[in-house]
């Protein structure tokens, strides 16, 4: 979840409460965060930091000081601001143009003005670290949406967003001093080399500049030092945002517009033109407002939180949470629209949230238990219980790791793409590609371990029990979660006949009889694999792991594994448990 940093006077200048002489605690600031789902981390009473830790991925918008001021201002006022350049009239001044092609590369951009508001210290850190936030947590490390600032008045407009060949424009980059070619800053430059492959493999890159032909960036790379370079004092900012969904450009410039609005900025749209048209029009006046009103019944709401609530009540709750609501009562429901810095509105759980949130969850009434019941561990977790015992006493240490995971551990690193082990469980529209899949096993987890422990005396023997989700076209939903024991052990002579005897031994103990199958897998040496079998039924699979997987991770020291199934282990269950 992200974690950012504001600071104490800025949030209270923000709040409105600046100069006031009763000051910001950190337990009046407590007692806001549930509001922005937020734990305050850590506070420097002498300089006024504070580090907030944000528990809800779906709100970028609460990503800076900005977002959290505004939605603890609006419980306070009881109803939001306006915005009025969300307003579809007047036709903006500025226009900025899309070229054709662009489709092929990064093909959305939307942007607007800021005026008036003279950038602080804290306003240009809070600029930057919202910033960051968005474009690495939100637009996957740029791929998504990247974002540019820059000083105002030496634009000329119409601003044109095209392609261009990496040899026919040049600039100076952020933190360079001479003019580079945009292929010397892709081969070249720290952020061409981090971003670069984000454009890689195509003839031509995307730039921005002017009607005079002044270069503003290289998209999602690197700005102008000339014109992207703000700095405090600066009162006049030109914004921009670039991507390839467009609901997400537009999100995020809404976001960086109501940023600078309350800050005293006055917005002003700009025009942007498309070759084609979009699902927006050809035509599209940014900032947009993306959101449209929906009803919600009364009755799944009170059904949801338990309780009857007044219609004017939930009603209310919206308002000083942001919403726009009326209620109708013929209907038996309540309209609802997000404000135009919001798109996280995916069902009516989500307004029945906002509404407790609200509310607070202390105005709800208790309700005891009905029923009396007795806790207990199931039959997996007792069974889970004695490996773990039993591993310990093998002398192997536990790690826990999360179950989500990226492609790239999962199955590059381990040498499965394109074989028939390359299926895994994927995360519809992931925050970051860190945590895009399932795990479909449980190695590449205790090799991101062993990858961290080299300078940790050896040998290593790790094991964790967990779960993992393997895909099966027969289940309904497509895919089983499985709970599964993994083993690693490395050193210098480590191999298959050692791993194998603490197999032997474990199952022994746990009175469980096997056999090994060999088999060929990507992952491990070939003649140094095998296939665990228990009752003529596959459980888990035990091997010598292949050179290039260790050099994948970094490992300099043989290693070898064995993973079983440890529901496929509970059918034996009162000797094991008892024994």
């Known amino acids: 979840m992200p974690t950012i940093s504001i600071n104490v006077n800025d949030l209270a200048q923000l ?17 806001w965060f549930p509001l922005v789902k937020g734990e305050l981390k850590d506070l420097d009473s002498e300089t006024g930091e504070m580090r907030v830790e944000l528990h809800d991925s779906n709100r970028p918008d609460l990503w800076s000081c900005e977002g959290i001021a505004r939605q603890i201002r609006i419980k306070l006022e009881g109803t939001a601001r306006p915005y009025p350049f969300f307003k579809s009239t007047p036709r903006p001044k500025r226009r900025l143009t899309v070229g054709s092609g662009l489709e092929r590369v990064r093909p959305y951009v939307a942007a607007c003005t800021a005026v008036g508001y003279p950038v602080t210290e804290s306003g240009l850190a809070q600029l930057i670290q919202i910033q960051e936030k968005l474009a690495d947590i939100f637009g996957r490390k740029r791929r998504t949406i990247s974002i540019g600032f820059y000083r105002l008045p030496a634009i000329v407009f119409p601003v044109a967003y095209a392609l261009v060949k990496p040899d026919e424009a040049r600039f100076t980059p952020l933190g360079f001093e001479e003019k580079m070619s945009l292929r010397e800053i892709l081969s070249v430059h720290p952020k061409g080399l981090e971003y670069g492959p984000i454009i890689a493999g195509h003839d031509m890159v995307p730039l921005l500049r002017d009607d005079e032909g002044q270069i503003l960036s290289l998209p999602p790379i690197i700005n102008s030092r000339e014109i992207g370079e703000v700095r405090v004092g600066d009162r006049e900012l030109f914004v921009e945002v670039t991507g390839t969904d467009l609901t997400m450009v537009l999100l995020t410039l809404n976001i960086l517009a109501v940023n600078l609005a309350d800050r ?19 035509t599209v006046r940014t900032p947009f407002d993306l959101a449209k009103p929906r009803p919600v019944p009364i009755k799944t709401i009170e059904a949801a939180l338990g309780q009857p609530i007044a219609p004017d009540e939930i009603r209310q709750a919206l308002l000083a949470y942001g919403y726009e609501a009326s209620v109708s009562r013929d209907k038996g429901s309540v309209s609802v629209k997000l404000p135009p810095y919001r798109n996280d509105l995916m069902h009516a759980v989500d307004v029945v949230e906002d509404v407790a949130i609200s509310r607070g969850y202390g105005a709800f009434t208790p309700v005891m238990p009905s029923q009396f019941t007795v806790g207990g561990l199931s039959r997996l977790e007792q069974v889970s219980d004695r490996i773990r015992d039993l591993m310990v006493g093998l002398g192997f240490q536990e790690i826990l790791s999360n179950i989500l995971a990226s492609r790239l551990e999962l199955v590059e690193r381990m040498r ?17 590609l860190t945590y895009a899949c399932l795990r479909q096993w449980i190695t590449p987890s205790l090799l991101r371990v062993e990858a961290a422990s080299t300078r940790a005396f050896y040998p290593h023997r790790l094991f964790e029990v967990g779960e993992v989700a393997v ?15 993994g083993t690693l052990i490395a050193h210098a002579h480590a191999n298959f006949s050692e791993t194998h005897s603490y197999l032997d031994l474990l199952l022994f103990y746990l009175d469980r009889p096997y056999t090994l199958e060999p088999i060929s897998h990507p992952s491990f040496l070939d003649g140094r694999a095998g296939r665990i079998v228990s009752n003529g039924r596959p459980i888990g699979l035990i091997g010598e792991l292949h050179p290039e997987v260790l050099e994948h991770w970094q ?21 094991m448990v008892d024994g």
């Open 555 to 575: 490992i300099g020291m043989p290693s070898v594994v064995f993973e079983l199934e440890v529901d496929a282990l509970v059918e034996r269950t009162k000797e």
């Open 471 to 485: 895909p099966d076209a027969a289940d309904e939903l497509g895919a089983r979660s499985v709970t599964v024991l």
């Open 264 to 282: 005293g900025a006055t917005i002003e749209a700009v025009e942007v033109a498309y070759p084609a048209a979009t699902a927006f029009g050809k």
């Open 15 to 31: 709040l409105g409460r600046g100069g006031t002489a009763e000051p910001l605690t950190a337990e009046r600031i407590e007692a």
């Open 416 to 432: 499965l793409a394109g074989s028939e082990w390359d299926r895994t469980v994927e995360v519809d529209n992931p925050m970051s």
